[in-house]
């Protein structure tokens, strides 16, 4: 399980709402198993929404960022959770594929 640190920016971030960002980024360890911490802040809008900035730091100098405003913060959440692990499965492809002949990449995609 990566070290997740959340903040709250104008917004008290409830047991509830923790438990479910561990339990919705921390399933994003199975992406890349260099992830080790990640950084979630909230922020409540100022009219409406409320708006969640992930950052994940990965190995090599490597750094996903995600970003998501959405009416209720388990939405955002989730958003979020699925930029992070599009992002992750696209740096792991890249680097599944590295090294290999353009013929053997072609059919390991198909």
């Known amino acids: 399980m990566p070290d997740i640190q959340i903040t709250g920016v104008h917004y008290e971030v409830s047991d509830r709402v923790r438990a479910y960002i561990v339990e919705k980024l921390g399933a994003l360890k199975k992406y890349h198993a260099g992830l080790h911490k990640i950084h979630v802040t909230i922020h409540q809008g100022e009219r409406a929404g409320y708006r969640v900035d992930v950052e994940m730091h990965l190995p090599h100098g490597k750094d996903i960022i995600a970003h998501d405003l ?9 958003v979020v959770a699925d930029k992070c692990a599009a992002q992750l499965r696209r740096i792991h492809d890249k680097h599944a594929h590295h090294g290999m002949r353009h013929g053997e990449r072609e059919r390991a995609i198909a």
């Open 70 to 78: 959405e009416q209720t913060v388990y939405a955002a959440v989730d």
